[in-house]
Structure formats: C-alpha cells, structure tokens
Antibody, heavy 121, light 110 residues
Framework: EVQLLESGGSLVQPGGSLRLSCAAS????????MSWVRQAPGKGLEWVSA????????YYADSVKGRFTISRDNSKNTLYLQMNSLRAEDTAVYYC??????????????WGQGTLVTVSS | QSVLTQPPSVSGAPGQRVTITCTGS?????????VHWYQQLPGTVPKLLIY???NRPSGVPDRFSGSKSGTSASLAITGLQAEDEADYYC??????????FGGGTKLTVL
C-alpha cells in the first residue's frame, strides 16, 4: 500500500525558511517522480514543484522559482521541499504526491495527508 | 488566476448527468498533453479520478468519464449521486513539463 507522510509544516514569519519532508513507503521510491502541490485555505490546488526519480530533473512553478528547492534522498525514501524567503501567500496545506506518466503527461496518483504552512508575523 | 479554466460551480439533481469543462491553450491541452481529473470530497485529500484524459483508476465507477477536444477537456458524471458532491480539478502539463491545474469546480447535488 502506497503511503506518503508529510511533516515539517508550522508557523513561520515572513522572510523565514522551512523544510518540508515526505516519507514514502509501499513502492520503489527511486523509480518514481514526485511532486509538491499546495492548497491555500479555501482555495484550489496549485502545482508547486516536481523532481525526477533520480533527482536529476527538477521543475518549479513561477511563483516559487528561486525561493523553493525540491530534493530527494532515495536511500531514505524521503522527498523534501526547502522553502526560503517565505511570503504570506505561501500559506497553504502542502501535499506531496507520487507522479506517474501516461501517454505524454504526468499525473499524481497518490497523495499524502498534507502539512500546514502558515506564514504570518 | 489558474492556467486552466473551469466553471466555479455546477449542479444537478440525483440521477442526472452533469459535465465540467476545462479550457486550456496551445501551451498545454492544445499541445497534446493529456488531462487528468481529481475529486476532493469536503475535508479530504484530492483523489485521482481520471488519468490520461479518459482512463479510470481501479475503484472509480464508470459513471465518471473524460474526453478532450482541441484546447478543452470535459468530465462527465452520469447517474448523479449525493456522494458525488465535491470539488473537481483538472490538470495537465505545459511544454516545460510543469503541472498546471484548473481553478476547481464545486459540484452541488440538489
């Protein structure tokens, strides 16, 4: 059974930093790309970042490029999101998701329960 | 402002058929990238509903179906049930293989 467990969310001041983690189990972690998706309170889903199975390819939404860094440790089956220069608009539940590829497009077939990041003074 | 455009809300009576549209551009859906759909029941995590435009993961009823034409895609739900009341999101890719979502559609079962 695929399981994804996020951690690291908390209250942080504007301009601060935070690192989210996502512990994966139930599948061969290194064989799959992974992504982060966020959802601000009462709002829709926003794709944030993704990383290839080996960690060699990374992708970012324009809204976080240059501030967030996605990485993974395949020996620990763990995905990370380092978030710097945080802004109030980064406040959201952050989900990690396992990515799969079908006929020319990525999709997220399993999602974690999410971790809440609140950016406020 | 989401890259993909969905109607904010749709509604239907039990047993009816509803469709949710997802409009993109030549940079995403129109470029040939598949569309995927997610269902988010109130207070829960998003769940994959349709992948690759028209494929259902195991366990998803065949009342849910997807299609695509040009720069748009649609999710159809037939035999509407009270338990279908949820938010629905479409997703595709852009040419940089970054994900893009629609703004979401709230389905109300009357």
């Amino acid at each position: 059974e695929v399981q994804l467990l996020e951690s690291g969310g908390s209250l942080v001041q504007p301009g601060g930093s935070l690192r989210l983690s996502c512990a994966a189990s139930g599948f061969t972690f290194s064989s799959y790309a992974m992504s982060w998706v966020r959802q601000a309170p009462g709002k829709g889903l926003e794709w944030v970042s993704a990383i290839g199975g080996s960690g060699g390819s990374t992708y970012y939404a324009d809204s976080v490029k240059g501030r967030f860094t996605i990485s993974r440790d395949n020996s620990k089956n763990t995905l990370y999101l380092q978030m710097n220069s945080l802004r109030a608009e980064d406040t959201a539940v952050y989900y990690c998701a396992k990515r799969s590829w079908y006929s020319g497009s990525w999709y997220d077939d399993y999602w974690g329960q999410g971790t809440l990041v609140t950016v406020s003074s | 402002q989401s890259v993909l455009t969905q109607p904010p809300s749709v509604s239907g009576a039990p047993g009816q058929r509803v469709t949710i549209t997802c409009t993109g551009s030549s940079s995403n859906i129109g470029a040939g990238y598949d569309v995927h759909w997610y269902q988010q029941l109130p207070g829960t995590v998003p769940k994959l509903l349709i992948y690759g435009t028209r494929n259902r993961p195991s366990g998803v009823p065949d009342r849910f179906s997807g299609s695509k034409s040009g720069t748009s895609a649609s999710l159809a739900i037939t035999g509407l049930q009270a338990e279908d009341e949820a938010d629905y999101y479409c997703q595709s890719c852009d040419s940089s293989l970054r994900g893009v979502f629609g703004g979401g559609t709230k389905l109300t079962v009357l």
